[in-house]
């Protein structure tokens, strides 16, 4: 559910330091089960959910999910409001889209990554699915976040899939270059994006080269699983840190937790 400061505010979390993002796949669980694991991110620390992931859900599976998750925010936003004890901005989580293409929209979030996929080789992903997807948005009132998206080596099925000219470390210069013409086609985030479940993060001089367009919003993700590769992400300048394949492994709540604990303790370690 949008915070009370607004999505674009929440999204550029100035003065908060680095926050972490969960991303659910709605391709991967039920609704019943996503809205759970929702719960338990949120009451971890988890200030942002992104539903998405695979690139063929269809979009009655992401409306279901997006549903169930915004139901039991709202179920426990108004408990909380009926405890004095409670503080019930802690639910006021936003519900982010993050779409492989024009497919999988839902009128049911709060807001949406409108991406441009910006070292992809094909025009599908450059501004096609976009100029599909557009109508529909306009039409469901779904606030966009527009959004440069940059694929880094493995790059993993979005890279391929995206048709990808994959970013390597040490390319700090073509890096900053994406950061800059991100800002001058005035997207306000920036994200670097490893591939789902990817053997290796984005490599700090990567963020950092990122970074030094200041009025850009970063989110890092990608093969980030554990409390020290959150921390590295965060220290270099990432605003968010977003996981979703440690969510999508957990075999149990308890493990659930304790895998976002530790992420979040790691994050909130580094963060300047
Ligand atoms: C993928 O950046 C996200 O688009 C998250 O990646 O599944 O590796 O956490 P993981």
Redesign the pocket.
């Given at each position: 559910m949008t915070p009370d400061e607004g999505l674009l505010s929440h999204v550029h979390n100035r003065g908060h330091g680095c926050q972490h993002i969960i991303?659910i796949d709605p391709g991967k669980q039920s609704a019943e089960v996503a809205a759970k694991r929702a719960v338990i991110a949120v009451e971890t620390g988890s200030r942002m959910i992104f539903v998405g992931?695979s690139t063929d859900t269809p979009d009655d599976v992401v409306h279901e999910t997006c549903k169930a998750i915004q139901e039991i925010l709202e179920l426990k936003t108004f408990t909380a409001s009926q405890d004095p004890t409670a503080d019930e901005d802690v639910w006021k989580v936003p519900v982010v889209l993050f779409p492989g293409g024009a497919h999988a929209l839902s009128p049911a979030a709060d807001g949406i990554l409108f991406m441009m996929l910006m070292n992809s080789k094909s025009r599908r992903f450059l501004i096609g699915e976009q100029l599909r997807g557009a109508p529909a948005l306009k039409q469901y009132g779904v606030e966009t976040i527009p959004t440069g998206y940059l694929v880094f080596s493995p790059g993993g099925r979005?890279g391929e899939v995206g048709d990808a000219d994959l970013v390597n470390s040490g390319q700090e210069e073509l890096v900053y270059s994406y950061a800059l013409t991100a800002k001058m086609y005035g997207f306000n985030t920036l994200y670097l994006?490893a591939g789902?479940?990817?053997s290796t993060q984005v490599d700090s001089n990567s963020i950092q080269a990122a970074r030094q367009v200041s009025e850009l919003c970063l989110i890092v993700?990608?093969?980030?699983r554990n409390e020290e590769q959150a921390a590295k992400a965060a220290a270099a300048g990432a605003n968010w840190v977003?996981?979703?394949?440690?969510t999508e492994d957990a075999t149990s709540d308890a493990e659930l937790k304790s895998r976002l604990e530790a992420v979040i303790r790691g994050i909130q370690s580094s963060s300047s």
């Open positions: 991303l992931g979005v994006e789902s479940g990817s993700g990608g093969g980030i977003v996981t979703g394949t440690l």
